[in-house]
């Protein structure tokens, strides 16, 4: 394992990975073409609920990820297969769930965020539109995890590249071509998310072991096996929810301050995903090889692989910095030609040059404890990062309003990255207690 090992799988893992926030950015950008910054506002609100939603359930991609690596770090084909059927069977049920009660759900989010009466209109008008996608959304996690587990990682780049372009395609035609609005957006996400699970199937029967051998129903449902992987996803679950608490809290508290710092605050959100998900590239890396090393009991491997992953996450934190300081302008107006919107954004997007450096080891080692299926220190993390962020909005946000707000979400970051690097020497020593 050496830095251009490492490189050579997390290069397209992040490729792969930017992809993911394109769909939030691209409906925000198409819709800050437009002259109403209540349409921003509403896609804003519409993607927080999704965002929740698929966030609670993001475990399904990552633990997916842990699971196979580990079994095809071991060679074991039965175990790969099972890793992909068991997720796949949560993820179906949850997002029939979700369409099931889409009223209350709808219902919930628009008397927590409190938005104005034209930015709930078109809120509701998103929901309507993409919720139907959510089986297939929850489905996409579990494919690109099982293919990121067994080291595919052009078929999983190339079934987000499809998802995301198609959406971009889709974002400009119903909404410049057609005049759909915010109905367009939504309907292009839906269609998108929709052929990426058709096409992630097909990548999935390629694999002759899982069309040939479905296991049998009491392996599927083996009560010792399925327990361990939904004590990983409780745990992930713990923190996913933590982590929609702030993203809902900021959302809300910045939409007190008006429909315009409103939308200023979900573009710059929306620069963060981008930044966020650089990391996620080094993340998966990172994931890919612990549950590999894991399986095949490579103690070496894995002491460089933690090496070289606190290399690359410094290293990305200096680059995003510096191409965020160059090219602020120009991606604020990508996002909406409205003045005093573009003017709030540039106002308080000087905060996200603190983003990287705060965030980057929380954000990339979060995959060494994935990988491990150790997810119980990555909980406590979150949890802890949180009452932080609650302590810093207490002090912060009465005086200091939106750049309090900033202010704490960057405590949030930090907090991440110094309670999970504090668990790394316990995880270390619990790992290869028998040597090769």
Same mark, same amino acid.
């Given at each position: 394992m050496n830095h251009r090992s490492y490189l050579f799988l997390? +290069? &397209?893992l992040i490729l792969s990975a930017m992809t993911t926030p394109l769909i939030g950015a691209v409906d925000t950008a198409v819709v800050g073409q437009l002259s109403? &910054?209540? $349409? !921003? /506002? /509403? +896609?804003a609100v519409g993607t927080i609920l999704f965002n929740t939603m698929y966030w609670l359930l993001g475990f399904l991609r990552v633990s997916t990820s842990g699971f196979t690596a580990q079994a095809h770090g071991a060679n074991n084909e039965n175990l790969i297969i099972l890793s992909f059927v068991r997720p796949l069977l949560i993820a179906t049920a949850a997002g029939i769930l979700f369409i099931l009660f889409q009223g209350p759900i709808a219902h919930l989010t628009m008397n927590a965020m409190g938005p104005t009466e034209e930015v709930r209109k078109y809120a509701l008008a998103y929901i309507d539109i993409r919720i139907w996608g959510a089986p297939f959304a929850l489905i996409n996690y579990v494919i690109l995890g099982w293919l990121m587990g067994l080291s595919r990682i052009k078929e999983a780049f190339y079934l987000q590249v499809l998802m995301n372009g198609l959406n971009i395609f889709l974002d400009l035609l119903f909404v410049h071509g057609f005049s759909w609005g915010v109905s367009g957006v939504a309907a292009a996400t839906l269609i998108a998310e929709v052929m990426a699970v058709g096409m992630g199937f097909l990548l999935i029967f390629k694999t002759n072991s899982l069309r040939l051998k479905i296991p049998p129903i009491k392996e599927v449902i083996d009560f010792e096996r399925f327990m361990q992987m939904l004590s990983v996803n409780r745990d992930l679950f713990i923190r996913t929810i933590c982590l929609l608490i702030m993203f809902n809290l900021f959302t809300k508290l910045g939409a007190s301050f008006g429909t315009e710092m409103l939308a200023a605050n979900a573009i710059l959100i929306q620069i963060h995903y981008l930044m966020a998900y650089f990391f996620d590239g080094f993340a998966n890396a990172s994931s890919i090889l612990t549950g590999r090393a894991i399986g095949s009991n490579d103690k070496r491997g894995y002491e460089k692989m933690l090496s070289v992953s606190f290399?690359?996450? !410094? $290293?990305?934190?200096?680059?995003?910095?510096?191409? $965020?300081f160059i090219l602020k302008d120009k991606l604020i107006g990508i996002f909406t030609q409205i003045e005093p919107v573009s003017e709030l954004a540039m106002h308080y997007g000087n905060w996200l040059l603190l983003y990287p450096i705060t965030a980057c080891l929380g954000l990339v080692f979060y995959g060494v404890f994935t990988g491990a299926t150790s997810a119980a220190p990555v909980r406590n993390s979150m949890i802890y990062s949180l009452i932080l962020y609650v302590i810093a909005l207490f002090f912060t946000l009465s005086s200091y309003e939106n750049h309090g707000l900033w202010f704490a979400f960057l405590v949030f970051s930090f907090g991440r990255s110094l309670f999970l690097l504090m668990y790394l020497p316990r995880l270390n020593r619990s790992l290869f207690v028998i040597e090769k």
């Open positions: 997390a +290069v &397209p109403n &910054p209540a $349409y !921003i /506002g /509403g +896609v290399a690359w996450s !410094i $290293y990305s934190a200096a680059f995003l910095t510096l191409a $965020y």
